[in-house]
Structure formats: C-alpha cells, structure tokens
C-alpha cells in the first residue's frame, strides 16, 4: 500500500506538461482491436494503471503489444481470435465497456464482464445497449456479462436519452463497421469524442459531425492500423489549473489545447485569477484574493464534472459562499467528507455543495474516495497548515500519470511512501 504525504504551504511555480487525455486513449485502445490489418502505433497515451489495465486486457484477446516506449505503444490486432474480455481487469475499469462496441464492430461478437469504476453514481449502460440493439445486435446480460451478437450489423438513427460521453463513443465503434449509416443524435461533445473519432477515421473510418450534437457514420468494410497521437488531457490540465490557483502559484500548464479549457478558464477569471492563454500553453497566477462562485456540471462545453472536485478543494478557502451543483453524478460529493477533516466549511444538499470559505485547511490524514477526489485532496494537502496523508492512492494512479512528481517539480513537498496496510 502507498500513501502521498504532503507538507502544504509551497507556492507551486513553474511549468507542467500535460499528457495525453485518459478518457481518450482508454477508448482508442479498445478501438485498435478493430484494425484487422497492419499496426496501430499511438502516442501521447498517458502512463496510467487504467492504461496497464487495457493493455493488460488487450494482450488476453490476442494482440501483440509493443512498448516503444512509456507513452507510446504499437498494437498488433490482426491475430485476436478471442470475444470473451473476462479478465478482472474488465471488471476493474469503466472503459473496458468499449471492448463491447469495438469486437461487436468486428467480429460481430462480444462477451465482456460488466464494468467497475468510480463509485461516482449508479452508472448504467442502457443507452449504450440501445444502440447496439438499433445496429441489430442481440444483447443480453447474464452472469455478469454482457452479451452481444449479430448476423450483421446495419446502419441505423439513434436519439439518446441522456448526453452520454461513454454510449457515444461505444455506438460510433460499433456503427465504423455497419452496413450503411448510422446517424447519432442528442451527442457527447467532449474533446475525447471527437478523439476517438479521429482515431477511427485515420483507421479508414468514415465518421462526420463529432463534436457536434450529430455524428454521422458511414459503415467502411475493415480498418486498418495507423499512427496516432492521443489529444491532451483537458481535465489533468484543469486541475493543475486549480492547484496553480489554489497556492497562488504563477504555472505555465503546457502541451494543452486551451479551447478544451475555456469553461476552467472562465471560472477561475471569474474568482478573480488570471488565466493567459498561449497556443498549447495557458499560464494560471493567482496573486490576488479570490472571490466565491457558483458552478452547475454540465456536459462539454459546460464546466467538466471532472473538474468539480479539485475546484471545491480551491473553493473551500475562498471567503464566501459558493455553490457547486452536480448534475451528472448523484454520488460525486464524497470527498467533502474528508476535506471537512482538514477544517473545510461544506455541507452537502442533495447534489448541490454548500461551500462557506474557511479560513485555512488544515493537515489530515484523509481518503482518496474515487479519481478526482483524490486530486481533490493532492491540492487540499498543498494548501494546508502542516501535514497531509493521502490514503486509497490507488484511485488517483488509474487517472494522473506520475502526479507527485509533476507537483514536485513546481515546488510543491510531496512524496509517496510505502506503508504495511491502510
Ligand atoms: C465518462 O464516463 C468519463 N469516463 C467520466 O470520467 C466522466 O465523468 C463522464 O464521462 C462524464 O463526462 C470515461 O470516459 C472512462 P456518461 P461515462 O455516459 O461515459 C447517464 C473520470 O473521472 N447514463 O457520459 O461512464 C449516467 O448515469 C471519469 O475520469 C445513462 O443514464 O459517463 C450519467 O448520469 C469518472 N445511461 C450521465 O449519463 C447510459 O447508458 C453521463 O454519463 C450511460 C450514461
């Protein structure tokens, strides 16, 4: 087991490099498995245990995997002979769920053991099970698993209920390979989207639309590998952003494209920080007092659920009240719990966050409940009076590559220890 200690107090100062988005390369990576011919050589992945964990999977169905080296992997689907993704991995991840889409769109059939993730809200896969069965997919679940098979998948009009980043990039894998077109309404729109599209269509995918409210796909006969670069991480970007804010640092966050952040941006300009932007660079200093805002989640453009946790951190010793209303997660306020340990001012309603400023944190040994609360609680601890000790690191290691040492660099007092048991 291993544990983050924090001394709190340094101004962070300097320049980050953002790697390449989590929530993107955890798609793409299925999506390889679709290449029937040649390599796909990608880049910019981000060196994460979400990453291990597909790689991992990727290996069990057959695929021969390169290490060119940490950020950069050559995968070789010709020879995968194997639909059914078992492995605990499958069930340890979220994204294992594009395994569904991605051999569905090939090989016309998928057994994957249901997916786990972050204890962030009942997480259902309805819509994405929607869109298969227009495609003309049977789908059952049974035994922990889902189930999916067609003689033939042909294109159809899906409307989604909800807004949903995970069905829309899993119903456009699987139309890539459909007969004819495939028109997708009511779309995710965030930057990893239209990522993933762009993968497919350096595939020999032929998808239109993404990053609009519809995407269009028109089915192709068989993919094949190319070479990819992985978009930059919007939500590893925002919160060094906040973290930058939050110790009234002065960071270059770089390798970034600031379009993705304008909401971030937005917000903390609001508060009162600055925010320059650069071409691949936005520059966060916060030499002033801050001021409270409100915050709504919503889905891309909107301000990133994602995001939400690390920005209550920040908020937490703003003078005022501020509100952040979560509206895509009904269980993303867990944190709150242990930010109030370090002396934070919250109550939590429903999904809205009452946050009055306190005047300081205060060292603690607290909990990362789930991914983004753990970096909630990285940027609790560089803010605090004396010591912090993160437990459960575990959870911020499936999403922020190397994240002590990229806070070190900016001057920040942070370690990773071992310890015997939590
Ligand atoms: C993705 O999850 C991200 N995960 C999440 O990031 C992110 O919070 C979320 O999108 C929203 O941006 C990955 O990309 C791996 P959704 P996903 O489908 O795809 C409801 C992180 O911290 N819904 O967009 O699972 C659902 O309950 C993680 O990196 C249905 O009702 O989210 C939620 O309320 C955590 N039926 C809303 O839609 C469905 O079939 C949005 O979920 C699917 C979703």
Not at 56 to 76: F, H
Not at 314 to 325: A, F, K, Q
Request: aromatic share 4%; proline share 4%.
């Amino acid at each position: 087991m291993e544990r983050l200690v924090i001394n709190g107090g340094n101004l962070l100062k300097g320049s980050v490099d953002i790697n390449g988005a989590k929530n993107a390369a955890v798609a793409i990576l299925p999506a390889a498995i679709m290449a029937s011919e040649g390599k796909c050589t990608i880049d910019n992945i981000p060196d994460i245990e979400d990453v291990h964990c597909l790689e991992r999977i990727l290996r069990d169905l057959g695929c021969d995997i390169i290490k060119i080296d940490n950020n950069t992997l050559e995968i070789d689907s010709t020879n995968v002979n194997k639909f059914d993704a078992n492995t605990d991995d499958v069930r340890r991840m979220r994204a294992s769920y594009y395994f569904i889409g991605a051999l569905l769109s090939r090989f016309k059939e998928a057994r994957v053991l249901l997916p786990g993730g972050c204890p962030i809200g009942v997480r259902p896969i309805d819509q994405h099970i929607k869109g298969f069965e227009a495609l003309g997919a049977d789908v059952i679940i049974e035994h922990g698993a889902v189930k999916v098979k067609a003689d033939k998948l042909v294109g159809a009009n899906v409307f989604f209920d909800v807004v949903s980043v995970g069905a829309t990039i899993n119903v456009m894998i699987a139309a890539t390979l459909a007969e004819g077109v495939t028109v997708l309404e009511n779309v995710a729109k965030e930057p990893h989207v239209v990522d993933v599209a762009n993968f497919l269509n350096s595939m020999g995918a032929n998808i239109k639309g993404a990053g609009t409210d519809v995407i269009r796909v028109t089915g192709v006969e068989s993919l094949k590998g190319c070479a990819y670069s992985v978009v930059p991480d919007q939500i590893e970007a925002g919160t060094f952003m906040i973290a930058a804010a939050a110790t009234g640092g002065d960071v270059y966050v770089r390798n970034v494209i600031p379009k993705h952040l304008e909401s971030i941006s937005a917000k903390l300009i609001e508060m009162g920080a600055t925010v320059e932007e650069g071409d691949d660079c936005v520059r966060v200093t916060a030499d002033k007092p801050l001021k409270a805002v409100n915050i709504k989640t919503t889905p891309y453009p909107g301000f990133p659920t994602d995001v939400q946790q690390p920005m209550s951190t920040l908020l937490s010793i703003v003078p005022g009240r501020s509100l952040i209303t979560e509206s895509i997660w009904e269980n993303r306020h867990k944190h709150i719990d242990e930010l109030k340990k370090m002396g934070a001012n919250i109550k939590v309603e429903g999904r809205v966050a009452i946050i009055d400023g306190a005047e300081k944190l205060t060292g603690a040994i607290v909990k990362a409940t789930d991914l983004r609360a753990g970096a909630a609680m990285v940027i609790a601890g560089l803010i605090a009076e004396g010591t912090t000790e993160i437990t459960s690191i575990e959870h911020i290691d499936r999403g922020y590559p190397h994240i002590e040492n990229k806070f070190r660099a900016l001057g920040a007092d942070i370690k990773r220890i071992k310890v015997d048991e939590e």
